[in-house]
């Protein structure tokens, strides 16, 4: 076993992630960069295996890198996010309610069942209840969230629970749902949502999703020759361009933090993000 | 800037064709306006530009999009497979063009097949496209072709001499089926014509074991005899790995026999059913014949050395099938007495010599095709003679 081995965490929301791993894998070894990786059912555990030292770079959920951050802030070390899709930035969620619906406003939705994703999905559930809240409406309070919780601890990557929250739209089992913009599109293209049967009344602020988190104390050469072959892929390149599609991206890009401020807002709403780390670090 | 004014029509319902149009015709970093009246549309756009690599920036109800160089570099190492005409078939198509379409432009990075009939010297030939047109006109339905319902009552023994022989032939047509089948897999799909002319082969015979099949089950509701010497001799050919020899066996020699067999059986036939599934069997293998000589004609020409295994091939067949008995007496006795037409001596004499002269015909037949191929008199007279007792 080479001592020099980069190992990534990453989370097994779908059986194609272990295509997409294998196939850098080998594009790592091919341009010299001993790489393996390690998958985890879900984000809790892959932050305190990274905080733990046991990965050296996960490929983290946006609440999955809140949690590292303050979980590493507490610690008094530091996180850096060191590469991002291109699809990872500047995503909106949207409120959709049945087009043939009075309401046109999120203050319609007082009183009313209003279907979300996983508990932990942040463009499913968390942004748009905290965007809801900023707009004075409480979940609990003003209105009932329904989650829709496939696959807890994956963070919404897997889109399961906001195909069921428009499905119960459609079927007036709530009066709303909220999804990701994207989802919109290919719900409507797949057929879940029949054409012009649902129309949008809010859309949250732009956030970001997904980036490669490190912890100072890292190989710093194996890191920053990963993040180099990272940001030097092109999608005109064949050997690549399968696994860019598996992954939803044309080009990675260099990290960015500031597009999770909207999502720290809604996980420190009621606490929810400091229960998550007490979880986590017991 | 170009605008596209999507009006009332939804993204999702055809918008996005229009958009993509438009995309299509900018070079990277050109850019588009769209507007439309829909609800939702700038949501729309925002997300499929994200996806698909655009920047996009919202105004009014729609937006502007900047075309992202992800598009372009999808298709900057694509190939074109060919061309689609019979002129473009190149000498090796690499095994990445798959299954593509001859002439469709192939993506870089498309996975790599395994055919292994992949140069064109092994299994081409100018005349393909010809036959294979020639097959699918020349199709013919058994339910309406063959008069089956026509009124004969046939001696019993003479009866059953056409079942001996149509179960002779069903035994035969399927090694004929499936020698070109198996190569029909292996054979890289560039050369189109050429697989046509293989699969059409295979529905012939499919439909050759049908007609034979109802032919011997129309008086009788069992089928005849089949020895252990003619499947041996069977055998020999779906074994052999070699789509040259294999074809050099099963088409030039084999069926060039068959196709003696079934004439003769459709002008001495006893009924008017054994005499139509006999002429339409004879008119498909006749192409099946004219596929063989026409790609191996032409493989000689560019390889000489070619005659020299093929001539190796048959001298191994006939040693392998030596010591078997290859010659089928149930099936000879058979055709006899259908020569014959009856157990009167006049008729088994002259039955004989019309059964002598058949193998005489397909062994001057067998000569004639070797020669052809481009073998000297002496060796396709001495080849000829070797070939299996079977007639297959």
Known sequence: MNHNT??????????????????FQQYFADHGLPFDYVLYTNYERQVAAHMAGHIHTAWNSPLAWLETERLAARAGRRAEAIAMRDSDRDLVSTILVRAADSATSPEDLRGQRVAVGAADSPQATL??????????????RDFEAVLFDVLPGKHGDHIGGERDAVRALVKGETGAACILDANYGLFLKEGTLPAGAVRSILQTPLFDHCNFTVLDGGPEAEIARFRELLLGMSYADARVRRLLDLEGLKQWLPGRTEGYALLAAAADRNGYLDRTIAGIAS | MTTVNLADLA??????????????ALDTGGAISVTGSTPDLAIHLRAWCRAEGHRFAPSGGGGTIVKGAAAGERWRDAVRAGDATPGGVVDAPPQRWGLAARGALVESGAPEFAFPLTEKQQVWTADAARIYAMAAANQWDPASSIPWDDVFELPPEIEDAVVQVMTYLIENETAALLVPSRFLAQLHPHFREVMQVLAVQAADEARHIEVFTRRALLRRDRLGLSTSGGQES????????????????????????FLTLLWFLARNAPDPVTEAVCRLAAQDEARHVAFGMAHLREHVVADPALLGRLENAVRRRHRELEHTAGHNAEVFDALLLIAAGSWNHDDLRAGHGKVTRLLADMNEGRRARLAKLGFTEGQAGELAALHTRNFM
């Open chain 1, 6 to 23: 980069l190992i990534l965490g990453a989370v097994a929301y779908d059986p194609k992630v272990v295509t997409i791993w294998d196939g």
């Open chain 1, 127 to 140: 942004i748009p209840l905290e965007v809801l809240a900023q707009h004075g409406l409480i979940a609990g």
């Open chain 2, 11 to 24: 993204f999702e319902q055809g918008g996005a064709l229009l958009i993509r149009r438009a995309i299509r």
């Open chain 2, 234 to 257: 069977l055998k020999t050919l779906v074994d052999e790995p070699d789509f040259a020899i294999a074809s050099f066996l099963l088409s030039v020699l084999g069926e060039g026999t």
